[in-house]
């Protein structure tokens, strides 16, 4: 069975710009969640989708946003990016019962 | 709210040594436990889960972990160290099922191997 694909793994973006990036979950799985990884704050929960729907959001701006597709596929969107929001970016993909997540190597997100 | 708590930023154990990750969480609902390991520059790998089966939870790489409700503890061991264990390690907590709050994390503790 194939992992958690995320593409790309690197980026470097400017302040004002956006981005997006992708997660490909294991075959099978319906629901995908994204977490912001940084050295001050550690791992934060920013949504959780489930069939194409948003189904529990953490505590971040609205500059944050994230989307599924019909093959469960998602995609985040950062706007306006800001230098705080310099991380490494993980999706997980969600097995259905028992919360259990399986982590992609991330995105390593660098804004200047 | 759910809470982890990891004491320890960094650990330091000899190879061949006993190794203990100390983990303490609060929910307000019988919780899910996991510990992943974080190796640089990847993503989590799930070591173990505990989801109110058995309290002894046995995962990958020799780790294990006990449920402890009356301490609120979920602490990670091992017992003899090998160099391939120097990683991240992080104790998340989930009330999945019920909760909507996704996994919530401790801050990670550093295992460090001293040959």
């Known amino acids: 069975k194939a992992g958690v694909t995320q593409t790309p793994r690197y980026l470097i973006k400017t302040r004002g710009q956006q981005v997006t990036l992708s997660c490909s979950p294991i075959s099978g799985h319906r629901s995908v969640s994204w977490y912001q990884q940084t050295p001050g704050q550690g791992l934060q929960f920013l949504f959780e989708y489930f069939s194409e729907t948003q189904r529990n959001k953490g505590n971040f701006p609205g500059r944050f946003s994230g989307r599924q597709f019909s093959n469960s596929r998602s995609e985040m969107n950062v706007s306006t990016l800001e230098l705080g929001d310099s991380a490494l970016y993980l999706c997980?993909?969600?097995?259905?019962?028992?919360?259990?997540?399986?982590f992609g190597p991330g995105t390593r997100l660098t804004v200047t | 709210a759910q809470s982890v708590t990891q004491l320890g930023s960094h650990v330091s154990v000899s190879e061949g040594a006993l190794v203990l990750l100390r983990c303490n969480y609060s929910s307000s609902v019988p919780p899910y436990l996991f510990w992943y390991v974080q190796y640089p520059n990847q993503g989590l790998q799930l070591l173990l889960k505990y989801t109110s089966a058995a309290t002894l939870v046995k995962g990958i790489n020799g780790f294990e972990a006990e449920f402890k409700k009356s301490e609120t503890s979920f602490h990670l061991t091992k017992p003899s160290a090998h160099m391939s264990d120097a990683a991240e390690y992080f104790c998340a907590v989930s009330d999945w099922g019920g909760g909507a709050d996704g996994l919530t994390f401790g801050k990670g503790t550093h295992l460090i191997i001293q040959p």
């Open positions: 997980a993909s969600n097995s259905e019962g028992v919360g259990e997540q399986y």
